[in-house]
Structures are given as C-alpha cells and as structure tokens.
C-alpha cells in the first residue's frame, strides 16, 4: 500500500509540473479574425496570440488590434525565467502597428540583462504604437530599455500609451516607457514605473535623439541613475539630444 502510494504520489507530481509548464508556455494561436492588413487588422483576443506574434517575425510588419484586456503575469515562468521575448530586435524589427484600443496588458516580466531592445516592443521602425497600457511590468535589459519600447527609430508614432511597474537597464538608455525615442515622435503619455539605469535614464524616456518629438507627456515614477552618478539622468529624460536634427519637448512635465 505504501509502495502504491508513492507512485501515486509521484504520477501526481509529475502531472502537476505538466501541467505548470504547459500554463508557463502557452501554445503560439494565430488570431481568429484579421490578415494583419490596413483594412483589416490582426484581431489580439489572448496571450496565445501575443506569442504567435513573438514566434513569427514574418509578421512583424503586419498590423494589430487589441481586443480585450490581456493577462501576462505568467511570463516570469517563460523561456527558463528569462520571460517575454520582445517584439522587434536589431535583426527584424516591427515595423507594422499596434492599436491597444485603449486596453492593457498586465504583468508583462523580462529578465534579459545581457541582451539590448527589451520593452513589449524591443524595436520599432518607422511603426505606429497607440491607445495601449502596460500595466505593472518587471522588464530588466542591457542597451535600450522601456516598458513599452527600447527603442524608435525612424518616424515611429507612439501616442496615448502609458506604463505602471519597473524599469531597469545595465547599460545605456533606460526609460519608462520608451528607452530611446530616435527621431520619432510620442505623445499623450505617460509612465509612473520605477525606473534605474546607469548612463542616459529618464522617467519617461532614457535617450531623446535625432529630431525626436515628446510632447504632452509627463512621468511620476522615482529613477535612479545606477553606478555613473551624474551620466544623464532626468525624472521625464535622462538625455536631450539637439545635434543634426534638433529634438523637442513641449507641454510636458515630471513629479
């Protein structure tokens, strides 16, 4: 009896940790509705559909709608802790758009301190990133770091987007939401995250550069300039670059 016991015990187990790691993994679902087209969006309805984006970057330059709020407080259990894994790297970036239509997406966690581009998006070109909260992430990056994007590039559009949680960088450009904003343009904003980098860390945004735009705007969350004391650090921007192209900041404000 004891010895069928054990077994028992141990099939129990075992179906348990089966059971974790299919809810730490979700399998990839192409949305049910949408081409990804213009006309007709990807329709984003579950996490599952939010790892089918991160899995396929044929996609990455097709176009979104969220349909409902999302649940991601999972993700510390993805890819053997190191969490979310970004959408948009230095190899393909997203290059598409995203409408949160005014939804969240909650307990988004990234732990890639030796990897650059961490945010939901870790690189965007030329994309447009609107009406999307994230709401209590946990995101750790090297180079390019925000709760919502590491870095725009290219006459990117990021409007009526906010951030709540934590943001930390090891390296350059750390923000809370986006980590540098190069020569695109963000507006009707905000971050209340926590945010500690080490060179160019801002409330807002770690590094605002080439012709970048932030206006209407403003950041709460406490930020710590780790390690470089003194190496730009700013409660909205870490960094206001105004060479070449000059950027600006207008109606814009930090507490």
């Known amino acids: 009896m004891l010895k069928k ?5 141990m099939m129990l187990i075992m179906l348990l940790a089966m059971s974790t790691s299919v809810m730490a ?7 049910a509705s949408g081409d990804g087209s213009p006309a007709d969006p990807y329709q984003i309805e579950t996490i599952n559909n939010i790892v089918w984006i991160t899995q396929n970057t044929a996609e990455w330059s097709k176009h979104y709608i969220q349909m409902v709020n999302i649940d991601a407080s999972l993700t510390p259990n993805w890819d053997g802790g190191a969490g979310f894994s970004p959408i948009g790297n230095s190899t393909t970036k997203f290059t598409g758009s ?3 239509q005014n939804h969240t997406i909650d307990g988004l966690f990234i732990n890639r301190s030796g990897t650059n581009y961490n945010g939901f998006f870790g690189y965007t070109y030329g994309a447009t990133v609107q009406n999307l909260g994230l709401t209590n992430v946990n995101i750790t990056g090297h180079e390019y770091t925000g709760g919502l994007i590491g870095r725009t590039y290219s006459s990117c559009t990021v409007s009526n987007c906010y951030t709540t949680g934590s943001v930390t960088g ?3 450009d750390t923000g809370g939401l986006v980590g540098q ?16 980098g080490v060179i160019n860390t801002g409330g807002l945004v770690g590094r605002n550069q080439n012709g970048g735009t932030i206006s209407t705007c403003y950041s709460t969350g406490a930020v710590t300039n780790n390690a470089h004391a003194g190496k730009s650090v700013g409660g909205l921007i870490g960094c206001h670059q105004n060479e070449g192209n000059p950027s600006t900041v207008s109606n814009c404000y930090s507490t």
């Open 25 to 31: 993994q979700p399998a990839p679902n192409v949305p």
């Open 181 to 196: 904003n190069n020569g695109s343009a963000i507006s009707n904003s905000y971050s209340t995250a926590t945010v500690i």
């Open 98 to 100: 995203y409408d949160g």
């Open 170 to 172: 090891t390296n350059y």
């Open 5 to 9: 016991n054990l077994v028992l015990g």
